[in-house]
């Protein structure tokens, strides 16, 4: 029988989650070996695995599997007061702030001049990716994310192996009726079970950019990391999304950059046998990449790329907006109505700018400003800072070329790259060793 001394102890002992210094302790109840927290870390790696598959979901509306399993998880959590309130420590604030003035102005827009439904509709997803997700990743100990780094990559490989096969085995109309629409365009693009070519390319560039992570860091080992990127480059190839191979260069420049010379030298000779296990191979680029892609970085002509002049009409139009939304927008959701094309714009800062005014557009900016100063502001750990930055940078790119981001898929490879300098410091509170998840599952 535990006494009044002991829990004093039990307290002090315990690290706070997602800093040194502040946020929640873990609760008694939830301890490594017991059967909720097994739950909880089996439901997280299903979560992560299955981050990327939008075509697998468990309703109509935008609910996946990966959806389910954090749900499930933070439920699991917060029963036992295992979430934390901090998941940025002293910077959570800030977060907060920033997606709170996004989504307020995005309030205030749909007061006046929009539908109140459609902004909650989306309000509720944004607060689920932007609050939600991150008090679940950062409440975890800083070694399990790593394993959910882990999962998220052998999750996106499998997918973009998936893709290829059935690119061999099957007709675009077959992938269609079996996998749903996306999986494999007529014309050859693969957005596999993402659902969408340029979705596809940008799940690649997260996982790139933590594959690389995983290889220095040995959470895999280099064979197993090669031949992870192999599936993985060839799955970026055959997606021929010119902003998804923008962002994985991005991505690659960025973690060799911050990174420092011992990283460089570690991510090389990976880089290295790539190439040469390409060059030896002699298969040749996928026509549709060298169609929309090859032809673009060749002649230097961004028009080349695919749908670019399409998005340049809608970018257009949300242009000759701004000036009647300067202070209030349209509402959420809304500017699919003005539109001649009725399609949401594909430049998040215009979207936000025309839908919810100059407020929604600033909060959508110190968003992306706290996420890199989240990245930077430990940046004596050079390796994780380097994947911080990377994960942000593609997040970033995407932002100027996607509509509203409140996919679950967009924000939780971002927490996963943040999760090594944010989330526990400890993984458990004194008295509480325990066998490895892995054994305990």
Known sequence: MSTGRDRIDLLLAQEPAGSRNIGPYLHRGITRRSGPMVAVRALLLMAAFFSAYQLIRVSAQNITVSDVALLGAFALLATRGGVTGTPFGLFTPMW???????????????????????????????????????????????????????????????????????????????ATKLFGTGFLAGNGRMGSFVGEANWNGAMIAFAVALLLYAIHERLVPLVAGVALGIVLLWGLLMSASFTGFTATSIAVLVTLG???????????????????????????????????????????????????????????????????????????????????????????????????????VAGLIAMLAMLVLLAVARMSRRPETALALSAVAVFTVYTAASPHMFARLWVLPVMLALGPLYGRDDAYPAGYHAPSFWVAV
Request: proline share 3%; glycine share 12%.
């Open 258 to 360: 911050v990174a420092g010379r011992r990283y460089l030298l570690r991510i090389a000779l990976p880089a290295a046998m790539l190439m040469a296990g390409f060059a030896y191979s002699g298969l040749p680029l996928p026509a549709i990449f060298e169609q929309r892609v090859g032809d673009a970085l060749l002649s230097g002509d961004i028009q080349e790329a695919g749908t670019y002049t399409g998005r340049v009409g809608l970018i257009g139009e949300a242009w000759g907006m701004v000036e009647n939304t300067s202070l209030l927008g349209v509402g959420a959701d809304e500017f699919r109505s003005y539109s001649s094309d009725h399609q949401p714009v594909h430049d998040l800062y215009l979207l936000m700018w025309v839908e919810g005014g100059i407020v929604a």
């Open 96 to 174: 907060f702030a920033a997606v709170g003035l996004m989504l307020g102005g995005l309030f205030f827009s749909s007061l006046i001049n929009g539908d109140l439904f459609r902004w909650m509709i989306i309000a509720v997803q944004y607060m689920v990716a932007y609050l939600l997700v991150p008090m679940v990743v950062m409440s975890q100990p800083q070694g399990f994310i790593r394993r959910m780094i882990v999962a998220f990559v052998i999750g996106v490989a499998v997918l973009e192996g998936s893709g290829i096969l059935a690119s061999f085995a099957m007709s675009s109309n077959d």
